[in-house]
T-cell receptor, first 117, second 113 residues
Framework: DTAVSQTPKYLVTQMGNDKSIKCEQNLGHDTMYWYKQDSKKFLKIMFSYNNKELIINETVPNRFSPKSPDKAHLNLHINSLELGDSAVYFC????????????????FGDGTRLSIL | AQSVSQHNHHVILSEAASLELGCNYSYGGTVNLFWYVQYPGQHLQLLLKYFSGDPLVKGIKGFEAEFIKSKFSFNLRKPSVQWSDTAEYFCAVNDNYGQNFVFGPGTRLSVLP
């Protein structure tokens, strides 16, 4: 069984469209994350939720809005897509937060490759 | 603003060689430090993290990292690499409030069989 699953795996769309990427984890974890990796492999954390509450919100355009309906899901909605949004987006989950003292590992999804035409 | 540098862009080793990947950060306050690995085909994994206490941190797959506060460094080590360690390695740091999470540019490790 997949622990962290993201859908879709690939997303090709035009500039200006609105799209969502879904993420679900079946590990019972309390914390979920979204990361972005651009074409130069530069990684950036975008958001983190703990028990449906936003705890990390890095400098990300307002067009990006995470939504956590329950602690097993963290979806990412992007409005008015731009060329620079082309990247691979990774979802992850962990039992504790990044600043928690535990050694629980993060589990990552396989990524969603978003391509903007 | 925080920044993270990784000394080597690409490291090539033979199997059984010892590995050390450099990571330096710039932030004067208390930090949390991380090493991530990304295998070919994109799969990301957290190798280890440091919060406080013993500056020598043991991670998964035989990796360890040492936090040297005076040098602002958090180098990753493994005594004997395997072909399956071929991957991209990212160092990351955030401040103790959990914000300002910054990744380094990554080091590509190629292990020759």
């Amino acid at each position: 069984d997949t622990a962290v699953s993201q859908t879709p795996k690939y997303l090709v769309t035009q500039m200006g469209n609105d799209k969502s990427i879904k993420c679900e984890q079946n590990l019972g974890h309390d914390t979920m994350y979204w990361y972005k990796q651009d074409s130069k492999k530069f990684l950036k954390i975008m958001f983190s939720y703990n028990n449906k509450e936003l705890i990390i919100n890095e400098t990300v355009p307002n067009r990006f809005s995470p939504k956590s309906p329950d602690k097993a899901h963290l979806n990412l909605h992007i409005n008015s897509l731009e060329l620079g949004d082309s990247a691979v987006y990774f979802c992850a989950s962990s039992q504790d937060t990044l600043t928690g003292g535990g050694n629980q590992p993060q589990h990552f999804g396989d990524g969603t490759r978003l391509s903007i035409l | 603003a925080q920044s993270v540098s990784q000394h080597n862009h690409h490291v090539i080793l033979s199997e059984a060689a010892s590995l050390e990947l450099g990571c330096n950060y710039s932030y004067g306050g208390t930090v949390n430090l991380f090493w991530y690995v990304q295998y070919p085909g994109q799969h990301l994994q957290l190798l280890l993290k440091y919060f406080s206490g013993d500056p020598l941190v043991k991670g998964i797959k035989g990796f360890e990292a040492e936090f040297i506060k005076s040098k602002f460094s958090f180098n990753l080590r493994k005594p004997s690499v395997q072909w399956s360690d071929t991957a991209e390695y990212f160092c990351a740091v955030n401040d103790n409030y959990g914000q300002n999470f910054v990744f380094g540019p990554g080091t590509r490790l190629s292990v020759l069989p």
